[in-house]
């Protein structure tokens, strides 16, 4: 029986200094900001801002707002507003007809986030991942960047075929940290201060980050399209799809728009969720001995296969906690397009809805102990039906994440591997503090010794 233990979490503020807080606008980060009230409420209006901000904190009233009115709520200006530069219009911000007809287009790109066909991508890219751990002798590295550099090493080959470039993989972190650290409309002060649908410049180095980031993606677009090789991957789907009704192709822009999204979303989330999970299990070590014990059972000395996952139960549970208390997206952000009513509360054309898988997951009246790490929680039978349907890593409705069970089985296998073959050792455990930009991040890099068992 492990000790209870609460991972780092900023601690809720009474209402008084969450509203002093923000009057005075320090904190760039909203999870600081979130009061004590905000954990057990349904749904309610900030009191203050340009505009209505209405949190609805339940999970009937979300699928209202994800689901069932998805038409009255669209992705929000600011968040069009903060990805626009970095994807286009990709059709993970595109709304509308533009969205049915760009999903029409990449439904066979789909197929290729299949676990089965990707799984031995996974699996090579893991192990030279891991080879590269054993390389550095235990020497000290960024926990952060390394599961960035991973994931994107996965998605890029089942995207194009081949594994990503070092230089490459540097740059695509660096870029995206920087810009998630810069883009304005994340800014508690920024959506206190900005009525609806208003347009926000962004920062320079935001859009020079952004213009890095297509530019890569960009050359090696242009690399396959100088080949004219058709490979059975996703860049080959997305190049070879055609409009149903007019038959027309993407143009190199929208190519890159969609690359992005495949990109940024099939790497960023799980890289946020396996910071977590390792930062975890490395303060936890009776549950790196549980994964550890339990992949030596299934897979014995042999690599983990795709057969074996399903049978690493310890390992996804641990992973599916880890998304519980640091859900890749902190905050679902929607805009009213007309007055509605959610709950007791009647919402305004124009007003910001915010659905907080944060807070959902957090809640006091759906979770018990909501904020110890307990991946026991998950077996079956032990969670209760309200915080099931409170528990939304990957979002709902039509809009929902289509890449959740290529997470999750990507996750388990990387969980299994790097628990059998290393030891974990987190440098300045105490200064670990999560923040919530676009994605859950650490306030700080996490710094961190993997050492090779034996």
Sequence with gaps: MTAPYRPPAPKPKSAAAAFASALLLGPRDVLALLPEPAYESFVSRAPI??????????????????????????????MVGALTPLVGEGIFISGGEIWARQRRMIDPAFAHMRIKSAFDQMAEATGAFCDRLESAAGAPVTLDEEMSRLTADIVFRTIFSEPIEGEDASAVFHAFAEYQNAVPQIEPKVMLESPAWSRIEPPARVTAMCREIRERLGAMIDRRLASGERRDDIAGDVIAARDPETGEAFDREALIDQIAVFFLAGHETSASALTWAFFILSQQPAHLARIRAEAERVAGECPVRFGHVRQLTHARNVFREVLRLYPPVSFITRIALKDDVIGRETIRAGGLVVISPWLLHRHRKFWRRPDLFNPDRHLPGRMSRAAGLAYMPFGLGPRVCTGAAFATTESVLILAEICRRFDLEALSPGRVMPVGKLTTRPKEPIRMRFRRRG
């Design 49 to 78: 801002g340009k505009r209505p901000i209405y949190i609805v904190n339940h999970p009937n009233l979300a699928r209202q707002v994800l689901g069932e009115r998805v038409s009255n709520y669209p992705k929000s200006d600011l």
